[in-house]
């Protein structure tokens, strides 16, 4: 009776905790402010190839793909995003607001609350992502036509949110060590953007991009395929991204065509005025990159969720 009476309060006192957590994230105008945002930029996304199109008077070509490789509509800045609001002040804005003494000092332990607040985040962000792949979904029927493979829509999701946890990780751990909002969403940006811009330089001009994808974010590039002449306007149309931020996109195209391979090349200059090329540096298969770019995001997300843990637990708190 004793075991039961135990579990049952450590879980009454887990859902309140998740229940608190998830009504603040609702309040929040900076979740509420995202969400629109993203659905802004998910509607630009369908809205955009039709405009153009009708511009240069083309048709609009069937895509019965363009849902299960589009996902959420969101890249990495998408999932930073929404993982910054959700968690730069669940711990760091506690202490902050001084809420940290009466919920510390209640008979739960840190750990409860700890595990309640992430699981908050995540149900938040869970919602979020599937009314965006919902919108996505439609909106791809109606400008795409039939869409095929929808089964996957589940597994776009699920990486997403894996994408997205890593970020929710690091915040998580700024805020915890720091105790401080601004301070978390300052190292958080300054993170994100650090690895986004060293991934581009490094992906573009050195063979030492590798380095990239053992770090979080876009991580190194590459092409499905051996690499193509570099056209004017510098786009790479087939160009893939091996990071954490991409594991949704590169599962799926595991799954559609197994056989795929990732070429990385670095960007030289040719000489007699030739303009640039594309140098080829190695190839793998697109299987170990993606099992590769997840078990990254496993061992971030396990550590720094760690660090945040440990900082709750050993911070003083007087009543």
């Known amino acids: ?51 153009l199109n009708n511009i240069n008077n083309l048709p609009i070509e069937p895509n019965p793909d363009y849902v299960v490789t589009t996902g959420t509509g969101l890249g990495g800045f998408g999932f930073f995003l929404f993982a910054l609001v959700s968690v730069m ?36 962000v869970l919602g979020a992502y599937i009314l965006l792949t919902i919108y996505i979904a439609v909106g791809g029927f109606l400008v795409y036509g039939p869409q095929n493979n929808l089964q996957l829509i589940v597994v776009t999701l699920l990486a997403s949110i894996l994408s997205t946890a890593v970020w929710m990780s690091i915040v998580l751990a700024a805020g915890s060590v ?14 994100w953007f650090g690895l986004t811009v060293a991934s581009g ?7 030492q991009a590798w380095i990239m994808t053992y770090a979080p974010g876009s991580g190194a590039s ?32 595991y799954i559609l065509n197994s056989t795929e391979e990732v070429t990385f090349f670095k960007i ?24 590769r770019s997840i078990a990254v995001a496993v061992v971030y997300i396990f550590v720094f969720n760690f660090i945040a843990w440990y900082a709750l637990k050993r911070t003083q708190v007087a009543e």
């Open 178 to 191: 720091s105790k401080s909002s601004m301070l978390a969403a300052l190292l958080g940006v300054g993170v």
């Open 1 to 51: 009776m004793t075991r039961k009476k135990s579990h049952a309060s450590w879980t009454a006192s887990f859902l309140a905790v998740v229940r608190y957590e998830l009504l603040w994230n609702i309040r929040k105008k900076k979740i509420i402010g995202v969400l629109i945002l993203a659905f802004a930029l998910a509607t630009l996304t369908l809205v955009l190839p039709i405009v």
């Open 268 to 291: 030289e200059l040719r000489g007699g005025g030739q303009g640039l090329s594309r140098v080829p540096l190695n190839t793998e298969p697109l299987a170990v990159t993606v099992a």
């Open 89 to 124: 002040n669940s711990i760091s804005g506690e202490f902050e607001s001084g809420s940290i003494i009466p919920l510390l000092t209640k008979p739960v332990s840190r750990t409860t609350v700890y595990l309640g607040k992430v699981t908050a985040a995540f149900l938040t």
């Open 201 to 207: 330089i490094l992906s573009a001009f050195s063979e």
């Open 222 to 253: 590459g092409t499905l395929g051996p690499p193509g002449p570099l056209n004017r306007t510098f786009v790479l149309n087939e160009g893939v991204s091996t990071g954490t931020d991409s594991i949704s996109t590169n599962l799926v195209t």
